[in-house]
């Protein structure tokens, strides 16, 4: 093309870290595309400024629909069967239009004819995602922010190629490499330049290995050569690129040693090749091809110099000690197993993710967890792992995790139940695969006597929130006229909580009678959507269920703050009344939004735990009115 946009470029660095000032996107592995959109034309092209239109079809087919002039900055990729970004598939892509190709946008150049590459990159993105609606190939490409360690670990555990970390405050440099962009790659690999190729030996066909260079100062130097990682497909099309570029001239100023005779070529071509390391005089060890990246020329390498890397606090710097295994709280050391592990795919949320997220929470949390025995739910291997309840403290618990045993009947045993009070035991749960937490609602000082109520409101597959808000309003204006406070808080599932304080005057029994009573009357008054009947096949798919069977002796349910192991990683997240309305919906409540929620408005629900109503009292003002 003869006008095209040159994207700018990151520089590469080793190690992953966390920072506040940056942000951390995945590092897709396809075509890097620009696409310039004006009066519903569109221009795609590649870095070079070669044209993708006639060749990505489907990509340039969608980016017309798109209805604002703007310029994207993106990347071509398609998803293979395992959900994953496919280089060698999009290479070959004539033989492979059944697999869905995307194209995911990560900054935006202009808008409406006006330039954005001097607006900071958060803003950028902001902008991005306005313009970007659902599609199934345009798709904005998201980011987290700070958490580049744990996020890293996430892209390695489902071995993607890559993250890219970049300054939340950079501007848009066109044609520039910037250390404010770094690549971090998970397979060590490199780019370099084929400028040769060995005769084959045996039954092998087209040659024998590849010869390769870098550039350093004093022109290119010889990095070793390559003959693992070829098909036969690939051995001749890569064949058919080298043999018009044949040259008898060898571009190193000095002899190099190889195993075989060399072919030299001009050095025009660049290919990836993932290696273990680099040896002291400079070489690949263990070279493996990975792919032509015929979007690069040898004018794109550039002289292989020391790695960005970003300085770490002392904050930062413990984090990355936490990610070794092993947690330090006070004086109590917590072993942390496969802190890496994935534990909600679709959110790229792992296992470290959570238990940092427990531990910022920690004083939130741990009031409502303090001396209530736990039932564990344990997910270890993620939230699409049904999991198991466990119970029982066992041996296996370490010194530092207290317990109480208590009587079971309905097992005919004791059970010696763990109680979480301590950063360090909430750490400990979170390793074993707690994803949420859930606490009896007594604690060891009365275990007959709940500290508050609980009424689940539960609903099935076929309501839809708008009527779980409508009843949760019911309950309220209900406990309003009988004087008794109450609060309300998200399941982090589909439905909401509402709990009334009790404090520790009535048995479980008395609370669940009050509960069922406030059932009946919000059933009478909404009929048509909710029912008593804990049976579904009963009650039927389009009624939500009043639970009041919470109120019983050794019931438990997910805490206030408790993460819950569903798709978005949601937060059982307490509410003002006044949020409990429509439009609410329990999704804006989660891993990320949370803390900075609670940093924002308090606890707003620490009065469950406080002065308690009087349930004679609550149902005389009830009976004394119209309801």
């Known amino acids: 093309m ?21 942000l951390f996107e995945i590092k897709w592995d396809g075509y890097r595309a620009i696409s310039e959109i004006k009066n519903g034309a569109v221009e795609l092209y590649s870095r070079n400024g070669n044209s993708f239109n006639a060749a990505y079809p489907i990509v340039y087919n969608e980016l017309k629909k798109i209805k604002p002039d703007v310029v994207f900055d993106g990347e071509i990729v398609i998803i293979n069967e395992e959900g994953k970004s496919d280089f060698q598939k999009l290479q070959h892509y004539e033989d492979n239009t059944h697999f869905p190709i995307c194209y995911y946008v990560f900054d935006l150049l202009s808008l409406n004819g006006e330039d954005t590459t001097q607006l900071p990159l958060t803003e950028r993105k902001k902008l991005l995602q306005t313009i970007i609606k659902k599609n199934p190939v345009i798709k904005y490409s998201a980011h987290i922010q700070t958490k580049g360690i744990d996020f890293f670990a996430a892209a390695k555990a489902s071995d993607l190629e890559g993250i890219m970390a970049k300054k939340i405050t950079s501007e848009y440099h066109t044609g520039a490499r910037t250390g404010e962009w770094l690549k971090i790659k998970h397979h060590k690999s490199e780019e370099v330049i084929i400028v040769g190729f060995t005769k084959p030996t045996g039954s092998r066909n087209y040659f024998g290995a590849l010869v390769l260079a870098v550039k350093n100062k004093e022109g290119l ?58 040896t002291t005089d400079g070489k690949m060890r263990h070279p493996i091809f990975l792919r032509m990246r015929e979007d690069k020329t040898s004018k794109d390498i550039v002289m292989a110099t020391k790695k960005t890397t970003i300085k770490k606090t002392e904050k930062e710097d413990n984090t990355a000690a936490e990610n070794d295994g092993e947690l330090l709280i006070g004086k109590t050391k917590i072993k942390l197993t496969n802190r890496n592990k994935i534990y909600f795919p679709d959110d790229t949320v792992t296992k470290g993710m959570v238990i940092d997220y427990y531990q910022q929470m920690s004083d939130y949390i741990l009031p409502y967890l303090k001396d209530r025995p736990e039932s564990l739910k344990r997910n270890p291997n993620g939230i699409n792992d049904k999991g198991f309840f466990h119970k029982d403290a066992g041996e296996a618990a370490p010194a530092f995790v207290k317990s109480v045993k208590i009587f079971s009947e309905s097992a005919n045993k004791e059970i010696d139940y763990i109680l979480c009070n301590d950063k360090a035991t909430l750490a400990y749960l979170n390793n074993l695969g707690c994803i949420e937490i859930n606490p009896w609602n007594a604690t060891t000082k009365d275990l007959d006597k709940p500290d508050y109520m609980i009424i689940d409101i539960d609903p099935s597959e076929k309501n839809n929130f708008e009527q ?34 009790m404090g ?74 006044k949020e409990v309305k429509t439009g609410l919906h329990p999704s804006a409540f989660n891993i990320k939004t949370v ?28 009976s004394g009115d119209e309801l």
């Open 468 to 501: 779980v808000i409508e009843t949760a309003n019911a309950f309220k204006l209900i406990l309003d006229k009988a004087g008794a406070i109450s609060f309300c808080k998200t399941s982090g599932a589909t439905g909401l909580h509402i709990y009334v304080p």
């Open 595 to 622: 803390p900075a929620r609670i940093k924002k408005i308090g606890d707003i629900f620490k009065g469950v735990l406080e002065k308690g109503v009087d349930i004679k009292k609550c149902l005389g003002k009830i």
């Open 221 to 278: 130097k010889y990095a070793g050569h390559t003959g693992s990682g070829f098909t036969d497909k690939k051995l001749k099309e890569v064949y058919e690129k080298l043999k018009p570029l044949v040259t008898t001239i060898s571009p190193f100023n000095k002899i190099v040693k190889t195993n075989m005779p060399v072919t030299w070529v001009k050095p025009t071509y660049v290919c990836e090749i993932k290696f273990t390391e680099w």
């Open 2 to 22: 003869a006008h095209f946009i040159q994207p700018m470029l990151a520089k590469e660095t080793d190690t992953a870290f966390d920072n506040k000032d940056w």
């Open 504 to 577: 520790k005057k009535y048995l479980y029994e008395q609370v669940k009678d009050f509960a069922q009573f406030l059932c009946m009357l919000v059933n009478e008054q909404l009929p048509d959507f909710t029912s008593m009947e804990r049976n579904l096949a009963k009650r039927g798919n389009k009624n939500i269920y009043l639970d009041y069977l919470q109120n019983r002796r050794g019931q438990t349910i997910a805490c206030a703050y408790s993460l819950r192991p569903h798709i978005g990683a949601t937060v059982s997240t307490p509410l003002l009344w």
